[in-house]
């Protein structure tokens, strides 16, 4: 959902979505919850 969201933020130039999305994923990242999905910056 987050991968998702943070995309359409991106292409829609919403900063404060797309910083918001970015840290959730890095808290999931850091604290290796759902390992198996990857996203990538860009």
């Known amino acids: 959902?987050?991968?998702k969201m943070w995309k359409v933020?991106?292409?829609i130039g919403d900063?404060?979505?797309e910083k918001?999305?970015?840290d959730i994923l890095?808290?999931?990242e850091k604290h290796n919850i759902n390992d198996h999905i990857?996203?990538?910056?860009?």
Do not use: G, R, V
Request: aromatic share 20%.
């Open 1 to 3: 959902m987050f991968i």
């Open 9 to 11: 933020a991106k292409e």
């Open 15 to 17: 900063k404060e979505t």
């Open 20 to 22: 918001f999305c970015e």
């Open 26 to 28: 890095n808290t999931y």
């Open 38 to 42: 990857e996203w990538k910056k860009e």
